[in-house]
């Protein structure tokens, strides 16, 4: 054991054995001495327990230091054994979820069996260009480690990916080569990328299944070569696959599935293209439904298979060949079901029945005669003596055949499928420069029986692991070579005897294959050769005592018992060759082919071991061929022989996925799994060989750092090695336990723990030092300040009893005069008493007399009124009795009076009352109280009327009566006998008519009131009425207004969107214009190298058995791919384009016309982008149009409630119509100027329109002759170089140019000015591309570009027609304004893109890690080990460190160029808002994925440098268009490593102040989150849980962003402007710029 044993002390932790968590911590409870037999430990849960030692190497594992805990690296640990592994990957899984840990050179990925956001573009972005030693550990890191390594040192690599089945094996192959599918891209972007990518969904479709322990377990091995050209960009693809499980087709073990393919082609068979194939459910079939399980959760065949089918036109497979392979799949499924029947004697013989369906399907798909099938399925052709027999085979052997045949069938359609997905990645533009391969490839298995399949696994993984060992052990003897270490040999455990066992002469394979030559060979007799040969010599090599044929073999990784029974059947993988034959005469083209391969799959070719060894061999009657021997077991170790050869001839890296349970459950640690898994993969054989020579290692600086507290002198005037050679003599006597390199310093295992604890010593002692001293000082200042104390306290008592003193003086005095004043008081209260109680006696007896002599005259009194009131009541009483009968005699006579009356105004009041009982209810109804109160005014007015009437009435009856009167008077003077009887009937007539007349006046008076009252009543509620609806009208009116700012801000949002979506697709578009140039550049280049001639792609396909051949990139490009076989059909180099541009509708006449391939297929793609762009917009246009009928009956709504809001609906109305009048005149009018222009282009007879006649006296213009235009775009465009355009006036070429546009226009010519405005615009794009890394140049075009597009909008409008000197653009400039603003989007991205480029490289280095303020970095450093990789990447020595300043300077550099065209000050923050962006994004992801930053140093130096940035843009004015607040995510991350992490207060302190961080981010922080010394203290799990919690409070959603995504583009918006009228005579136009040819008008 390394260490040493007085680091066994009291409270160190150790790790004792366990049976169920196989270790666990305990701590030393007293010192261990040398000679103890037991060790006394406390167990993390309490118990204590006793530890037995029998001798020095027996004492328990040191436990590391907890600032080591979580490591990333296992290899940095101070103690390298089993537990420590165990229990640093227990911290990492469960309590960071970081399920990635490097262990040297191998990167150990524990399943997670959930979803995690860390494999997005984003992450991509992060680990590019980054070293390995600086992130967290990643599959991106290890695939970015290996490509760096390929391009830098020019050497090929390999990704060696192993594990256990439902290890994520797969998942990381695919993720690693998506990493290389984006990092590798080409410049031209070719789909080799794509194509690789979707060979992965092909490959898990024929090649996964549904197992016990994994879903998606690859029942087969891959490698597969991804070839990278000079500048490192993907030109192709290889892959070869190993050992295809066979036997899943035809069974299936309890609760799991066959290869996905065939589930996907049962759950969509109701396509109408599948109709045909005859399928029915999984269930109906045998090959499906033997493991009754025919679902996986989660999982959609069906989309599955559109998944695959996609993946399969990707790649250039047509839909007719996909429907052939799918029927081939689809015949092996109804072989199955073929029903195969005993009879003879004893089940002799077989049959298949005539009518069999199955059969009869089987055979019409794979186009074979159905009788010839049937007949061989169940017969077999034996030579005996050169005869030919036909023999009848039994029930069984018949059902092995048929099962035999599918097999074989798969495993041929297998190997075309791999066949044609080489063909379709292989390379023909250029051979590959390098390559990286990634091995996906089965880990060790052990099972409760294991097989063939299982014994050549664990074959393959004893190789694998014998590379590995051999590799870790180079790698060492490497790193003490480079430090000149004198080194000894490294003992490792090499399992070379092992390997011999199984593949040297007579070993296992050879006996095998020995017995399978064997006429009568059998599992039994090959079990008794390997115990003859193997028995007693091999170590290795045991034989079961229980079984007679069965052995065991002793693996590196684990003990393993094989059962022989069928080990001879599936090394033969045998197959008869009469079916083969019925095949090989097959209707279907792809049956055929597949059957006519390499004499039916047995051949063992060059190119089937590069690809895909076909396993199998016939077995005819005929004598064999000796290439129809070979068995599957050889052919597996020539292949694996192959694979070994190519693993040692790249760089390795290497990745061990480990299942972290059985039972598939999310962040679930089982530590007896895992431990199982780390020594069968290895990692724990790297622990070994790093602890056994010099496991710890730093580098001198690092040490003095950290040590130079040990120093017991000062350092001298030599070297930092020689301090450090001279410190460790001291510390350490035994100079075997370290040793010193050129620039290192290593040291045994365990000796970096002994450091650290005379450190740790040194530094208490230290602190003891100090405390004594601050201690005594602080006794010292006590004892001075008890002395003042003591002197204060006795001067304040002795004034304190004088005082006391003195009070007592006084008091006593004060006693004397209060007992002589309470004296006399009592005396004179005594005699007040006595005068009071005198003077209430005599007044109490007064009172009494004098209230008896009162009561005497009350009696008095009340004795004469009493006879005074009875002697009126009783004359009282008789008047009263006389006047109730007189009453009464009144009231009799006057009831009878009054029911008459009464009898009378009832018969008169009844209308009254009917009126009223009409009118009644009136007041219910709202609408109609107005109406009722009109209706009743206008009875009033009309009972008014009435009355007026009735009045007139009254006065002319009463004029008549009068006159009546006089008559009758003057009768009466004639007749004076009969006046006395007339006048008095008269009169009684009149007076009853007079009294009518009152009563009705009096009712009407009455009714007339009350209808006053309720008309006033009607009036308040027709008042609250209306301020009700008022009321409601408001509200709908602000409802009605938040619905349209609502409406209007989500507007403006889609509007950002797709705006942003545009530039993206215009920044797209610029990339094909870019690439169509280069395959122009490369097509003219090609035909003046090889004279107009082009090579057969088929000759790319022959190469050297060792190096893979790649398809160059022009195959690549293609929409399908050519055939391997001449004499297939050719499959159309524009299928797939031409297909797409079918759909898109885009003609195909112009490109047919183009005779260079790679043009015609560059301008097609173009066409098909732009015919997209155009769909897409007319898309939206039309959902827009169909989202317009629902926003109208939504305002229609709103305006039918508001009567308002309808009166302004119908005035905006009316000004719609308004305008569409004016917009019809203003088009009428243009067609006619357009109309005149092009009559006068027609011809000269046209007479000049007046237009043209006021144009002709527009002055102030440049001229340019048609054969000047070319000089003039070629001297002001295209020759215009950086030092003279910094001394042009401000859009001095926009000017011109459009000043010469317009004089065109102006004279006549449209179209030529039209055509000198595109002329000048291609122009400018050109030099754009020309000066793609010129800052000043760029933001020059972008300045004209602008200004440009203002000119052309201003002057192709007549709103200014009334200014002196303005005649309008006559030709339409529509498509130039939209091409120009295009343009300046191309410049403003162009401009962004030069500054980003530069920034990339800079703000990692400069934004987290240089000291600005020194100091930071002191000897507080955490502790780490040190161990950079051998990829990794140094900085040049001497060159400039990156810095703030860098990058303040090249950020200036933007805004100096921009400043220098005036570009708008909007302009330039929505640029410097980008920057910003891009600079905190790629901090902050990159702080996110570091855990060496996550300190509370990085973070103070870290906000300091953003303050520097933040003062930057404040001084230039830029902080108001968002630059600063895009800063405010990595400012809260900063904050964050700063704050206080213990409390529940600093918890919710950091939740508030880190509101813009996402809650997976603050996690994260939190999580990776290092203390720098023994100060500071780990963030506890309890503080996350606390932190989490609040977080999910505060949002309510957890937020599930880990990283920004620096490719992020914000959307750009040119603010518009109207520049002043130009005037030649105004511009001074330099002589250097040699355009005098122009002449002013």
């Known amino acids: 054991m390394m260490a040493t044993t007085n680091l066994y002390t009291k409270g160190a932790c150790v790790w004792v054995p366990d049976p169920e968590d196989v270790w666990v911590s305990a701590r030393l409870l007293r010192d261990f001495c040398p000679g103890d037999e037991q060790l006394q430990l406390e167990l993390s849960d309490g118990r204590e327990m006793s530890h037995p030692v029998t001798q020095t190497s027996g004492l328990p594992p040191l436990g590391n230091p907890d600032i080591l805990e979580g490591e990333n690296d296992l290899t940095a640990l101070s103690f390298l054994h089993e537990p420590a592994v165990l229990h640093n990957l227990h911290v990492r899984f469960l309590d960071y979820n970081s399920i990635y840990t490097y262990c040297g050179i191998v990167l150990v990925a524990i399943n997670p069996y959930e979803q995690l956001p860390i494999y997005g573009e984003e992450v991509i972005d ?31 690599q390999s990704i060696i990916i192993s594990g256990e089945s439902g290890s ?22 070719t789909s080799v990328e794509d194509r690789v990518l979707a060979s992965n969904p092909i490959m898990e479709a024929i090649g996964n299944a549904k197992t016990t322990r994994n879903d998606n377990s690859s029942r087969f091995g891959k490698y597969i070569e991804i070839g990278f050209g000079q500048n490192g960009d993907i030109i192709g693809a290889n892959m070869r696959t190993y050992l295809l499980e066979k036997s899943r087709v035809v069974f299936q073990a309890p609760m799991e599935r066959n290869y996905h393919i065939f589930y996907q082609l049962c759950a969509s068979r109701d396509l109408p293209e599948m109709r045909a194939l005859k399928l029915g459910p999984a269930e109906h079939f045998r090959y499906t439904n033997q493991g009754e399980e025919t679902q996986i959760p989660g999982t959609d065949d069906a989309v599955e298979l559109d998944r695959t089918r996609n993946a399969f036109t990707i790649l250039g497979v047509q839909s007719d060949q996909q429907m052939e392979l799918y029927q081939i799949l689809a015949a092996v499924l109804h072989l199955g079901n073929v029903k195969i029947q005993a009879s003879g004697r004893g089940g002799d ?13 089987f055979s019409k798909l794979l186009g074979v005669e159905c009788a010839q099938m049937a007949h061989w399925l169940c017969h077999r052709r034996l030579a005996v003596g050169g005869e030919m027999l036909v023999k009848p085979m039994s029930g069984q052997q018949a059902s092995d055949a048929r099962d035999a045949l599918a097999k074989h069938i798969y495993g041929q359609l297998f190997t075309w499928t791999v066949l044609r997905l080489n063909a379709a990645l292989q390379g023909q533009r250029e051979q590959p420069k390098s390559f990286i391969g990634v091995l996906d490839i089965y880990g060790f298995e052990t099972f409760d029986r294991n097989s063939f399949e299982q014994f050549c696994i664990n074959y393959a993984n004893e190789k694998l692991q014998q590379q590995f060992n051999r590799h870790v052990f180079q790698l060492e003897q490497e790193e003490y070579m480079r430090e000149e270490l004198p080194w000894r040999r490294i003992e490792f455990s090499d399992n070379q005897p092992c390997i011999t066992l199984l593949e040297g002469p007579l070993g296992l394979l050879d006996l095998l294959d020995e017995e399978c030559r064997m006429p009568k060979g059998s599992d039994e007799n090959w079990a008794q050769k390997l115990y003859d040969q193997h028995l007693t010599r091999s170590a290795h090599f045991r034989k079961p005592r229980m079984s007679n044929t069965a052995f065991i073999i002793l693996h590196f990784a684990d003990t393993v018992q094989y059962e022989c029974e069928g080990f001879l059947d599936k090394n033969r993988d045998t197959v008869f060759e009469e079916p083969i034959n019925i095949m090989k005469a097959s209707q279907s083209e792809l049956v055929a082919e597949l059957f006519q391969q390499g004499a039916a799959g047995g051949a063992l070719t060059l190119l089937t071991l590069k690809s895909s060894i076909p396993n199998g061999s016939l077995r005819s009657g005929k004598r064999p061929h000796r290439e129809h021997k070979l068995t599957v077991g050889f052919q597996f170790r020539q292949s694996l022989q192959l694979l ?20 598939k459950k999310p962040f679930e640690f089982d530590p007896k799994r895992i431990v199982q898994q780390l020594r069968a993969c290895g990692v724990l054989e790297t622990i070994r060989i790093s602890a056994a020579g010099y496991p710890s290692r730093w580098t001198y600086e690092d040490f003095f750092s950290r040590y130079r507290v040990l120093l017991r002198q000062s350092p001298g005037q030599g070297t930092i090695k020689t301090d450090c050679q001279r410190a460790l003599q001291e510390l350490i006597p035994d100079s075997e336990l370290y040793c010193f390199g050129k620039t290192k310093v290593f040291f045994r295992a365990g000796q970096v723990a002994v450091l650290e604890k005379l450190r740790g010593e040194r530094l208490h002692a230290a602190v003891v030092t100090i405390q004594s001293r601050v201690k005594g000082w602080m006794a010292r200042r006590r004892y001075l300040h008890i002395c003042w104390a003591v002197l204060t306290l006795q001067r304040y008592t002795r004034g304190r009893l004088v005082r006391r003193l003195a009070h007592t003086l006084r008091y006593t005095h004060a006693a004397l005069v209060v007992q002589k004043t309470y004296r006399m008081l009592v005396v004179r209260q005594l005699y007040l008493m006595i005068r009071e109680a005198t003077i209430t006696i005599q007044a109490y007896i007064r009172g009494m007399l004098a209230r008896r002599a009162y009561r005497e005259l009350l009696q008095q009194r009340a004795a004469i009124l009493l006879q005074a009131t009875v002697r009126g009541w009783l004359q009282r009483r008789a008047f009263g009795r006389i006047r109730a009968a007189v009453v009464l005699l009144q009231c009799c006579v006057r009831r009878q009076a009054a029911r008459k009356e009464l009898r009378k105004l009832r018969a008169e009041a009844r209308s009254v009352e009917k009126y009223r009982e009409l009118n009644k209810g009136m007041e219910v109804k709202l609408m109609q109280l107005q109406l009722r109160a009109d209706h009743q005014a206008r009875e009033s007015a009309s009972l008014r009327e009435m009355l007026h009437t009735e009045r007139e009435a009254h006065v002319s009856e009463l004029e008549q009566l009068r006159a009546a009167l006089r008559k009758l008077e003057a009768q009466l003077q004639v007749k004076p006998q009969k006046t006395p009887a007339v006048s008095v009937k008269e009169e009684e007539e009149r007076q009853r008519t007079e009294e009518r007349h009152a009563s009705d006046v009096l009712r009407l008076t009455q009714e007339l009131q009350a209808l006053k009252v309720e008309g006033e009543s009607l009036k308040k509620e027709k008042e609250d009425l209306s301020t009700h609806l008022l009321q409601q009208e408001k509200s709908q009116v602000e409802r009605m207004a938040q619905a349209i700012s609502n409406a209007g801000a989500s507007m403006k949002a889609e509007l950002e969107e797709e705006r942003r979506r545009y530039q993206g697709l215009l920044r797209e578009f610029t990339r094909l214009e870019q690439r169509y140039e280069n395959l122009r550049d490369m097509s003219a280049l090609a035909e003046r190298s090889q004279g107009h001639k082009r090579t057969d792609s088929s000759q790319g396909l022959v190469s050297s058995p060792t190096s893979p051949s790649f398809p160059s990139p022009e195959d690549m490009r293609r929409a399908s791919v050519t055939s391997n076989t001449p004499e297939r059909r050719p499959v159309g180099t524009d299928t797939s384009l031409g297909t797409l541009m079918e759909d898109m509708g885009v003609v195909m006449e112009t490109a047919e016309k183009m005779k260079v391939e790679d043009l015609t297929h560059a301008y097609d793609a173009l066409r098909v982008a732009n015919k997209f762009l155009e769909e897409q917009i007319r898309s939206q246009g039309a959902q827009c149009r169909e989202n317009l009928p629902a926003l109208s009956v939504h305002a229609d709504c709103y305006t039918a409630e508001n009567p308002e809001i309808q009166e302004l609906m119908e005035q905006l109305e009316v000004r719609d119509l308004e305008c569409w009048r004016l917009r019809k005149e203003l088009k009428d009018l243009r067609h006619t100027v357009t109309l005149r222009s092009s009559l006068l282009l027609s011809g000269p007879a046209v007479a000049s329109p007046p237009l043209q006649a006021k144009a002709g006296d527009v002055t102030g213009l440049l001229e340019c002759k048609k054969r000047d235009e070319g000089r003039l775009i070629k001297n002001l465009i295209t020759d215009l170089r950086a030092s003279l355009a910094a001394s042009l006036p401000l859009g001095l070429p926009a000017q011109v140019l459009f000043l010469c546009v317009r004089q065109a226009d102006c004279s006549g010519e449209p179209t030529r000015a039209h055509a000198l405005c595109s002329t000048s615009i291609a122009a400018i794009k050109a030099s754009l591309k020309t000066h793609c890394s010129d800052l000043i140049m760029t933001a020059l075009w972008l300045k004209n570009s602008c200004l440009l597009a203002d000119l052309l909008s201003q002057y192709s409008t007549q709103d200014q027609s009334g200014l002196d000197n303005f005649v309008p653009l006559t030709f339409n400039t529509s498509e130039l304004n939209r091409t120009l603003s295009d343009l300046c989007i191309q410049a403003y991205q162009q401009l962004l893109s030069i500054t980003e480029s530069r920034l990339q490289s800079l703000i990692v280095p400069a934004v987290l890690e240089t000291e600005t303020i020194p100091g930071l970095s002191g000897s507080g450093s955490k502790l780490v080990g040190s161990r950079r990789r051998t990829g990794s990447d140094p900085r040049a020595a001497g060159a400039e460190a990156p810095s703030m300043v860098m990058v303040l300077r090249e950020m200036s550099a933007l805004h100096t160029a921009m400043n220098q065209q005036e570009l708008p000050i909007r302009l330039q923050e929505q640029a410097f808002r980008q920057i910003t962006y891009l600079l905190v994004a790629t901090a902050l992801n990159s702080l996110i994925l570091r855990k060496d930053l996550c300190c509370w140093n990085c973070g103070l130096q870290t906000r300091y440098n953003l303050s520097l940035l933040e003062d930057w843009l404040r001084a230039r004015g830029l902080q108001e268009g968002g630059a600063v607040a895009t800063l405010e995510p990595l400012i809260q991350a900063a904050q964050l490593l700063q704050m206080s992490k213990n409390s529940d207060a600093d918890a919710k302190a950091l939740v508030q102040t880190c509101h813009v961080l996402s809650t997976q981010q603050i996690v994260k922080l939190l999580t990776l989150y290092s203390p720098q010394s023994g100060a500071e203290e780990r963030v506890t799990l309890n503080f996350i849980r606390i932190v989490q919690g609040l977080l999910k409070e505060r949002s309510g959603v957890m937020q599930s962003y880990l990283l920004l995504d620096v490719r992020r583009v914000f959307p750009v918006i040119f603010p518009r402007h109207t520049p002043p009228l130009l005037n030649a005579e105004q511009l001074a136009i330099p002589e250097c710029l040699k355009i005098s040819f122009l002449r002013k008008t």
Do not use: W
């Open 126 to 156: 992060a680990y590019s260009g980054q070293d390995m030693a600086d992130m967290e550990p990643h599959v991106f890191s290890v695939a970015e480690e290996a490509y760096r390594t390929m391009t830098r040192e020019e050497t090929n």
């Open 168 to 189: 994520g094996k797969t998942v990381s192959a695919k993720f690693t080569m998506r990493y290389f599918a984006v990092v590798g891209g080409a410049v031209q972007q």
């Open 349 to 361: 013989r077989s049959y298949i029945d005539a009518d069999d369906r199955s059969l009869a399907l």
């Open 644 to 663: 070994m050869d190519t693993l040692n001839s790249t760089t390795p890296h290497y990745i061990r996925c480990i299942k972290p349970n059985d039972l």
